[in-house]
């Protein structure tokens, strides 16, 4: 028998970054709260399913947890300094 791709796990995981991303561009609380939901119910999904879409094992190594850790926010600092520098220029240079 084939290993079916579990795709509610896959709808949760990309319901809680959409909705989380649009609460920190938008400002919103209740669609990070939202996001959270989506969140908790991805971590009880992955816990239940017999074949879920990320295992969740794969999260007790803290040293590949601690790396995924930096390595999101190294990236996030990344590709925001191009997006903020002219934020921050614009309030010391009137244009």
Known sequence: ????????VAFLL?????????AITQ?????AFIGIVFFILFLW??????NPFIQGKIF????????L???ALSSGIGFGIP?????LLQGVVDF
């Open 60 to 67: 007790e190594n803290r040293t590949f947890s601690g790396g």
């Open 83 to 87: 997006y903020l520098t002219p934020l």
């Open 27 to 31: 400002g919103s609380l209740s669609l």
């Open 45 to 50: 999904r992955i816990r239940v399913a017999q």
């Open 1 to 8: 028998m084939k290993n079916k791709t579990d795709l509610i």
């Open 69 to 71: 850790l930096v390595s």
């Open 14 to 22: 990309a319901g809680t970054l959409a909705f989380l991303l649009l």
